[in-house]
């Protein structure tokens, strides 16, 4: 029996599989949902947005491997916010200090990872972000932390990873700018400015 065929066969088997599965390949598309929006302001006021990127290079797990934005996270998450503002009217300045209201927001840490088994592979996503409001010269400022876990069946793909990160953002960024302490924050500023 002439085993060169299988061989090959199995080689080629192989490559094909490393090839799928090799997650250093992977992109993932930020585009989550920035909910509850529309409590933030008057549509009257002048709304200033910045979102930066504070994070410190971390060494990557043992085992664990990072997967890459498509885009600078930063301004994906500042253009979406702004987009979403827009979408609900309110008038978009760049200049937080000229701003009725100013929304900052700082990534601290937002990471997605790859953690490898025979069949099923597990995606993990990160996010820290120090969410700031300013309003008539008072500020408010959080930070907000969450963490999500998902099982995908093997080869992981992009559309895995995008899901994850996007699912989390979307909860956090909704639980954010609904939080009970923002609202009596906001509420109190407008009662001082007359609105």
């Keep these: 029996m002439n ?7 199995f080689l080629i088997a192989s490559l094909f599989i490393l090839t799928a599965c ?21 549509k009257s006021e002048i709304v200033a947005v910045q979102v930066s990127d504070k ?13 890459a934005p498509m885009e600078d996270e930063a301004t994906i998450l500042n253009k979406r916010l702004i987009e979403q503002m ?6 978009i300045i760049n200049k937080p200090l000229l701003a009725d209201l100013a929304i900052m927001m700082d990534i601290n840490e937002l990471t997605v990872s790859i953690q490898e088994s025979t069949f099923k592979s597990t995606v993990k996503a990160n996010s820290v972000f120090t969410l700031t409001i300013r309003r008539n ?5 959080k930070i907000f932390r969450a963490a999500r876990t998902q099982e995908v069946a093997n080869p992981v793909n992009q ?21 009970p302490a923002l609202m009596e924050f906001l ?5 001082q400015s007359g609105l």
């Design 86 to 91: 827009k979408d609900l009217d309110y008038k």
């Design 22 to 42: 090799n997650p250093d390949l992977l992109k993932y598309k930020l585009d989550p949902d920035f909910g509850s929006l529309e409590q933030l302001a008057g």
């Design 137 to 141: 010269g008072e500020e408010w400022r």
């Design 187 to 191: 509420s109190k500023s407008a009662q």
């Design 3 to 9: 085993l060169k065929p299988i061989k090959y066969l």
């Design 55 to 67: 994070r410190t290079k971390q060494p990557i797990p043992t085992g664990d491997i990072k997967l």
């Design 159 to 179: 559309n895995d990873a995008t899901g994850v990160i996007n699912q989390l953002l979307s909860k956090q960024l909704s639980n954010a700018f609904s939080d």
